[in-house]
């Protein structure tokens, strides 16, 4: 099983970008997908979540309203996008699948995970 992350990149606050994260080596249907982060010295966090086949989605408070979560279930892939960028969204993203379906913010969740894909937000 693998999980490929891509779309990251250097962007000014307030610009966008759109992180992929396609997935091999087996099916996703029923599978609840998600993005987290990890910041400089900082502990990774949750930041969004999606059910399969993409009808619930679960956001952190501080990207509600600017990222969307979606999901291409004929590709296997999920996407980011984040609009409305900052400086504090700098981070590393990461990619993750739950086996059950339910979006759940807890990382202890997820048993699949991605190499991430940096994001740099300059001011």
């Known amino acids: 099983v693998q999980l490929q992350a891509s779309g990251g990149g250097l962007v000014q606050a307030g610009g966008s970008l759109r992180l992929s994260c396609a997935a091999s080596?087996?099916?996703?249907?029923?599978?609840?997908l998600g993005w987290f982060r990890q910041a400089p010295g900082k502990e990774r966090e949750f930041v969004a979540a999606?059910?399969?086949?993409?009808?619930?989605?679960n956001y952190a408070g501080s990207v509600k309203g600017r990222f969307t979560i979606s999901r291409d279930n004929v590709k296997n892939t999920v996407y980011l996008q984040m609009n409305n960028l900052k400086p504090e969204d700098t981070a590393i993203y990461y990619c993750?699948?739950?086996?059950?379906?339910?979006?759940?913010?807890?990382?202890?969740?997820?048993?699949?995970w991605g190499q991430g894909t940096l994001v740099t937000v300059s001011s």
């Open positions: 993750a699948s739950r086996l059950q379906n339910w979006p759940l913010k807890s990382q202890d969740e997820y048993v699949y």
């Open positions: 080596g087996r099916s996703f249907n029923n599978n609840a």
């Open positions: 999606i059910s399969w086949p993409g009808t619930t989605t």
